[in-house]
């Protein structure tokens, strides 16, 4: 059974910084696309970040320029490196873990962490 544990969430004043983290524990099929997304009080859960394998990324666009994906294969791990945050970053922070072997895609997720960033 494969677990994603995030961590790196917190509070934050407005122009400050967080690193989030997410490591998948278990046995973990490749290959993977790895990815964060965030969900606000009152809205949908929406994408903010993914890389491939192949170190590919896509970003939504209100977060370009200011935060980073990365990863590291051999450690099973996800990262989101953000700056700049904004008051309208607040949300709750998920990582995903989608596996494409599988058809449809199969996705794990962690159990989330909160970004609150004060003005």
């Known amino acids: 059974q494969v677990q994603l544990v995030e961590s790196g969430g917190g509070l934050v004043q407005a122009g400050g910084s967080l690193r989030l983290s997410c490591e998948a524990l278990?046995?973990?099929?490749?290959?993977?696309?790895m990815g964060w997304y965030r969900q606000a009080p009152g809205k949908q859960r929406e994408l903010v970040a993914t890389?491939?394998?192949?170190?590919?990324?896509n970003y939504a666009d209100s977060v370009k320029g200011r935060f980073t994906i990365s990863r590291d294969n051999a450690k099973n791990t996800v990262y989101l490196q953000m700056n700049s945050l904004k008051p309208e970053d607040t949300a709750v922070y998920y990582c995903?873990?989608?596996?494409?072997?599988?058809?449809?895609?199969?996705?794990?997720w962690g159990q989330g962490t909160q970004v609150t960033v004060s003005s």
């Open positions: 890389i491939t394998s192949l170190g590919r990324t």
């Open positions: 995903n873990f989608r596996i494409l072997l599988t058809a449809p895609p199969y996705d794990y």
């Open positions: 278990g046995r973990m099929i490749s290959p993977i696309v």
